[in-house]
C-alpha cells in the first residue's frame, strides 16, 4: 500500500505521502538487512544473543510503527477537512520556521505570508500527516514516539533517518470532514510547537522558577519537588497549547473545546460542580480552570468584547469561569504525603498568569482581524442563511471584500451558535430545532464554510494578478 500511491484512488496528502514513502523506503531497506541477517549472524556464534536482541527489537518496533501506518492510510484525501488542514499547515510552518539570516527561503525569495502578512515564513517546510483514531479525542503523535521508533529501525538497518520536518496529527474517524470540532487540531498543533521548538523549554524554566517560590509551602523533599514539576509541566504544556490555538485561529477554538466538553451542562450549576469539571487530572488541568484562562487570553487579544454579548452556551462558560474561586478546584487523585493542594493550584494559576503573556509575545497575531470580523460577520450571516458559500461578499461602504480563512471560520461558528434555526426556517419555512434538523443543516453549514475557506486562498492570490488592459 505504501509503495503505491499512484492510483486514482485514494488520494493522499503530500506529508501523507511523505510518510508513505519514508516508510515504504525503511521496509524495503529492513527486508535487504534480513537477507542478508543468516550469513552475518553466523560468522561469530558469541554473539547469537545479541543479534537474536536485534531482531527482536526489529520485530517490536516494525509493529509499533505499524499502528500508524494503517491509520494514516485511512486518512485519504475524501476523509479530511482539506481546506482547513492547508489552513492550519499555513498557519504552522512561520512558527517551524528556522531563522535565516536574511529572512528568506533559502532561494532569495520571500516565502508566503498568513491572513494579514503578520507571520512571515522564512525556511517554511514544516508539515503534518494525519491519521485517524478510533478514540473521541483528538491525538497529537509526540515527536519521540513515531520519529524515535523508525529512527531505532534506521539505527539497526542501516537507514535513512525519519524526515525531520514531518509531525503526525490525529483526529477522530467521526469527525473525518467536519469543521467545528476540527478546529481542536490548532491544540495538537500546539504541542509540535512546544516538543520541537525553544517554546517548550522557556516554558519549563518558569516553570521551575515559579517552583521555587513555594517550596517553603511543601515538604522539600526531592521526592515531592519532582512530583509537583512534573504536575506543573504537564499541565503547563496543556494549557500552552490551549492558549496557541486561540491565537492561532481566534476564539473558535475555545468553541469547539466547549463541545467537545459537553461544556454547556455545567452552565448554572453550583460552583465546584461537577466535580470532574473542576478536578485536576493527572495530565490535564481542570476543565473549569482551562475556560477561565481562555477567557483572560480573550480580554488580552482585544476578541472578548466582540463575542461577549452572544447568548450561545459557550459564551456563558467563559464567562462565568472569569470569575472562578480556586478553592472550587481540586486533584482527581491525592497528591504524596506533604503536598498541600492549594498551594500547587496557586503555583500553577501563576504560570498561567504568566504564560498568557509569553503566547502573546511569542506568536503573532494579526492585530486587524478582530476588525474584519467585526465589519464582515454580519454579512456572512446573510450570504450563510441564504445558503451562499461566503468566498466574496458585498460590503455597503467598501464594495466587494474577500474574507480571510480565519474571519469565515469565527462568523461561521458565530453562526451556528447563534443563528442557525434562521437557516432552517430559511429553508424549511418554520423552526424545525429538533436534532435531526440540527445535525442536518451544521453539516451543511461546515460544508459551505469549507468551501469558503478554500476559496479565500485563491482569491487572495487572484487580489495580486496583474491587471491588463485588453487588446485592441
Known amino acids: 500500500m505504501c509503495t503505491d500511491l499512484r492510483r486514482d484512488y485514494p488520494v493522499y496528502t503530500r506529508p501523507a505521502q511523505t510518510f508513505f514513502k519514508h516508510i515504504a523506503s525503511l ?3 529492513t527486508q535487504e538487512f534480513l537477507a542478508r541477517f543468516p550469513d552475518d549472524a553466523a560468522k561469530d556464534a558469541r554473539l547469537t544473543n545479541s543479534k537474536r536482541l536485534k531482531l527482536l527489537t526489529l520485530r517490536t518496533s516494525w509493529d509499533s510503527l505499524h499502528e500508524y501506518v494503517g491509520a494514516v492510510l485511512d486518512a485519504d484525501t475524501l476523509h479530511l477537512p482539506g481546506p482547513l488542514l492547508t489552513l492550519f499547515e499555513t498557519l504552522l510552518r512561520p512558527i517551524m520556521a528556522d531563522d535565516d539570516a536574511d529572512g528568506t527561503n533559502g532561494n532569495g525569495d520571500q516565502s508566503g505570508a498568513t491572513e494579514g502578512g503578520q507571520l512571515q515564513a522564512k525556511t517554511a517546510k514544516y508539515e503534518f500527516a494525519v491519521f485517524h483514531t478510533n478514540q473521541a479525542n483528538y491525538l497529537q503523535v509526540p515527536s519521540s514516539i513515531a520519529r524515535d521508533v523508525a529512527n531505532d529501525i534506521a539505527l539497526l538497518i542501516g537507514g535513512k533517518s525519519f524526515p525531520p520536518d514531518l509531525g503526525l496529527v490525529g483526529i477522530p474517524y467521526s469527525s473525518c470532514n467536519g469543521l467545528f470540532l476540527n478546529c481542536l487540531i490548532p491544540h495538537e498543533l500546539g504541542h509540535i510547537v512546544y516538543q520541537e521548538t525553544e517554546l517548550g523549554e522557556q516554558i519549563e524554566n518558569s516553570v521551575d522558577n515559579l517552583l521555587e517560590k513555594m517550596q517553603n509551602e511543601i515538604d522539600p523533599t526531592a521526592r515531592n519537588l519532582s512530583w509537583c514539576r512534573e504536575k506543573l509541566i504537564a499541565w503547563g504544556e496543556e494549557m500552552f497549547c490551549d492558549l496557541f490555538a486561540i491565537c492561532l485561529i481566534g476564539p473558535a477554538y475555545s468553541f469547539a473545546f466547549s463541545e467537545l466538553m459537553a ?73 504524596p504525603e506533604g503536598v498541600q493542594q492549594n498551594p500547587l493550584i496557586d503555583c500553577f494559576s501563576e ?66 451558535l447563534e443563528e442557525l434555526p434562521e437557516l432552517i426556517r430559511s429553508v424549511e419555512g418554520d423552526i424545525k430545532d429538533d436534532v435531526e434538523s ?15 475557506i478554500e476559496d479565500s486562498r485563491l482569491l487572495a492570490y487572484q487580489e495580486k494578478w496583474p491587471s491588463y488592459p485588453n487588446p485592441k
Open 27 to 29: 521496509g524495503l531497506q
Open 263 to 335: 461544556a454547556s451542562h455545567i452552565v448554572g450549576q453550583e460552583p465546584g460542580s461537577p466535580k470532574e469539571f473542576f478536578d485536576f487530572a493527572s495530565h490535564h488541568p481542570a476543565g473549569a480552570f482551562r475556560f477561565r484562562v481562555h477567557a483572560a487570553l480573550l480580554v488580552n487579544l482585544g476578541w472578548w468584547d466582540t463575542i461577549s454579548d452572544w447568548t450561545s452556551a459557550p459564551i456563558e462558560v467563559l464567562r462565568t469561569r472569569t470569575d472562578l474561586r480556586l478553592y472550587d478546584l481540586g486533584l482527581d487523585a491525592l497528591p
Open 351 to 416: 504560570v498561567c498568569n504568566w504564560l498568557i503573556d509569553f503566547v502573546i509575545s511569542a506568536i503573532p497575531t494579526d492585530n486587524a482581524l478582530i476588525q474584519s470580523f467585526n465589519d464582515q460577520s454580519p454579512t456572512i450571516s446573510q450570504y450563510l442563511k441564504r445558503a451562499v458559500v461566503p468566498s466574496s461578499i458585498v460590503l455597503k461602504q467598501k464594495g466587494v471584500v474577500y474574507p480571510g480563512p480565519i474571519v469565515i471560520l469565527n462568523s461561521t461558528f458565530r453562526f451556528y
Open 438 to 452: 440540527r445535525s442536518k443543516y451544521s453539516m451543511r453549514l461546515e460544508l459551505w464554510a469549507l468551501k469558503g
